[in-house]
């Protein structure tokens, strides 16, 4: 008669990473863990009485440990079996959010929002936020897809706020870009009468912080920390700009975020950039919102739809202010064309007989053509740039090398030139506009691609006292701050890649001049709304100046860009959303897709015809 069975037959916990999950076989139980091993495609057997399996998808097929032979006899870590309760909750969350006929009845209302609140929030709220938090705190996680200015942080920290009294939830893990953190750090001081206490994470963050916030190029060396600090005290964990893993476990920001979702109490995303993309980025996002069950439920209600028709399917499960609701007042944008001087002209025109005869026959080459527009870009602004080339700190896809010109060519000679060449008409008007802008008080933010644009610029500018952010600066908060509060500081220097999402400056600049544009609309509307956003005066008159060179590409950028904007109009209103991903990371260099290819080589065919 064999001995009667010493402790569980099979024990569950977590493995060396926090992605993974151990499964460890009692004393005779090692063929029954080979057989159940195989059940999961992820397995890996590391010794005959155990196996690791990726923790997602032992939550998303729990039902097949029930074949274990003696299922009353297994173990479960605390933790992982928390994790364990917690997605079968989901699953059935999102079953029933995603059945009209299951009633919502006894969700929080708007009205009680500053009950949830409490005395300790001193910040105001509009009507929208109170309607997108009230739904928030409805659902065990959530996600807003509200338009960008909609005040998405204000409403991320009510919903922990909210939570951190109601249900004990203690500490929140904010990953987002590097540009957010002053977003946070600001409503945390002025919406809380006890503020979090709130650092970026490092080797040096306060341990005793209640707030940690990460960017996401750190996130995937840090798992594993930052997994096992959500795990040890009730955390909500807060995507800030979640397209930025849309690629979901296919891309390094997205597989981080995947393995970390688990670790949280609750979950929450922003984000409110709207383009066209597929539903596999809406099925990624939900993917982390809603892990194990939870994302299969999520699956199925989208599966061989479109995006117009998951986002329908969806509506439950998100929250959304469209840009229409935002009550700003009109944005004046101005398209003032600059001629161009002769040699100018001579070396644009030069430059296009070159790249026309190059693209002819390489129209499916979208990084070739990429680096052609920037060289365009380049000359349409100043022709010395062409000389020079970008910096390092130039934006990835703008960096190109001096342009090659083979000598005894009518550009070569052209550009031998440049060295006496005059100031760019492009940089004089800047200067125009912002010594007007500053005779009447009013400060001036100046976008352009190039670093070496912006460095010309500062000289050019210099009796205003420019502050200037590129992806080289390291101060770049004390040169925002100096923007913002020196009186004799009256212009901001900077490029859409570096400063176009996550600063508000609308409470201190009414005025934009851009020397450049690309095909990217995405970067364009971000940078757009750093000076028109919620909590603008309704008599604002906020004035935005596009620079363009005359019969150069600039023309062709702003026909394309027109176009993309009247599209992205009517999607910023939709109340639904019936396309969502990233703006800023658009097809190619430059932005291009196939329509602004056939504008750009129309472009090309004409002017040399």
């Known amino acids: 008669m064999p001995p009667a069975a010493v402790g569980p037959s099979l024990s569950i916990e977590f493995g060396d990473s926090v992605t993974k999950a151990r499964l460890r076989a009692g004393s005779g139980h090692e063929s029954d863990l080979r057989r159940l091993s195989l059940r999961f495609s992820s397995s890996v057997q590391r010794t ?48 029933e959010r995603l059945d009209p006929a299951v009633s919502t009845a006894g969700e929080v209302a708007p009205e009680d929002i500053g009950g949830l609140l409490g005395p300790g929030w001193k910040a105001g709220l509009t009507a929208f936020q109170r309607r997108d938090i009230a739904k928030l705190l409805s659902l065990r996680h959530g996600a ?35 540009s957010c953190y002053e977003s946070w750090q600001y409503e945390n001081e002025h919406c809380l ?42 955390s909500m964990l807060l995507l800030d700009e979640a397209h930025r893993m849309k690629l979901g476990a296919r891309g390094t920001y997205g597989s981080a975020c995947l393995a970390l979702g ?28 809603w892990p194990g069950h939870g994302r299969q439920k999520v699956i199925q209600a989208v599966a061989g739809g479109d995006l117009a028709k998951a986002s329908r399917v969806l509506r439950p499960l998100f929250t959304r202010t469209t840009k229409g609701e935002l009550g700003l007042p009109p944005v004046t944008t101005v398209l ?33 053509l990429g680096k052609i527009v920037v060289y365009m870009l380049m000359a349409a602004t100043s022709p010395a740039l062409l000389s020079v080339g970008a910096t390092r700190y130039d934006p990835l896809s703008y960096r190109v090398p001096p342009l090659a010109v083979p000598e005894k060519t009518p550009l070569f000679e052209l550009m031998q030139d440049l060295p006496s060449y005059e100031m760019s008409p492009k940089y004089q008007e800047v200067l125009a506009i912002v010594a007007e802008n500053a005779a009447r008080g009013r400060k001036t933010l100046v976008w352009s691609t190039f670093v070496r644009s912006l460095n010309t610029l500062e000289r050019i500018l210099g009796k205003f006292s420019p502050a200037m952010v590129h992806g080289g600066t390291e101060d770049r908060e004390s040169q925002i701050e100096r923007f913002r509060s020196d009186p004799d500081c009256m212009v901001l220097l900077s490029n859409p890649a570096t400063l176009g999402e996550g600063i508000s400056l609308h409470h201190h600049c009414h005025d934009a001049v851009y020397v450049d ?93």
């Open 517 to 609: 544009r690309d095909f990217a609309a995405g970067r364009f509307l971000q940078s757009l709304d750093r000076i028109h956003r919620l909590g603008l005066a309704p008599e604002t008159e906020t004035r935005i100046t596009v620079l363009a060179s005359e019969g150069t590409i600039d023309e062709v950028v702003d026909q394309r860009l027109s176009d993309k904007l009247r599209f992205m109009g009517s999607i910023l209103d939709d109340p639904a959303v019936q396309q969502l991903a990233d703006l800023e990371e658009e097809p190619t260099a430059a932005g291009l897709d196939q329509r602004d290819l056939q504008a750009l080589m129309s472009h090309l065919r004409v002017r040399t015809a």
């Open 336 to 368: 003032r064309p600059v001629p161009m001087p002769p040699l100018h002209q001579e070396v644009y025109e030069a430059l296009l007989g070159r790249f026309s005869a190059r693209a002819a026959g390489h129209e499916g080459d979208f990084q070739a």
């Open 48 to 95: 005959p009485g155990a196996v690791e399996v990726e923790i997602d998808e032992l939550l998303t097929n729990l039902a097949v440990l029930a074949s274990w032979p003696q299922p009353h006899s297994v173990a479960w870590d605390p933790q992982l079996a928390a994790l364990a309760t917690d997605s079968a909750k989901d699953a059935q969350a999102v079953a």
């Open 144 to 178: 807003n897809f509200s338009v960008p200015g909609a005040g998405k942080t204000r409403v991320g920290l009510a919903v922990f706020h909210a939570l951190r009294r109601t249900e004990g939830i203690e500490r929140l893990l904010i990953v987002g870009p590097k």
């Open 193 to 234: 009468d006890e503020p979090l206490r709130m650092d970026v994470f490092s080797r040096h963050a306060d341990p005793a912080a209640d707030a940690l916030i990460v960017n996401y190029e750190r996130l995937g060396g840090a798992v594993n920390e930052l997994g096992h600090w959500l795990a040890a005290r009730p």
């Open 262 to 289: 688990p670790r949280a109490r609750r979950r929450l995303i922003l984000t409110g950039t709207p383009a066209p993309n597929g539903v596999k980025d809406l099925e990624n996002l939900f993917g982390f919102v």
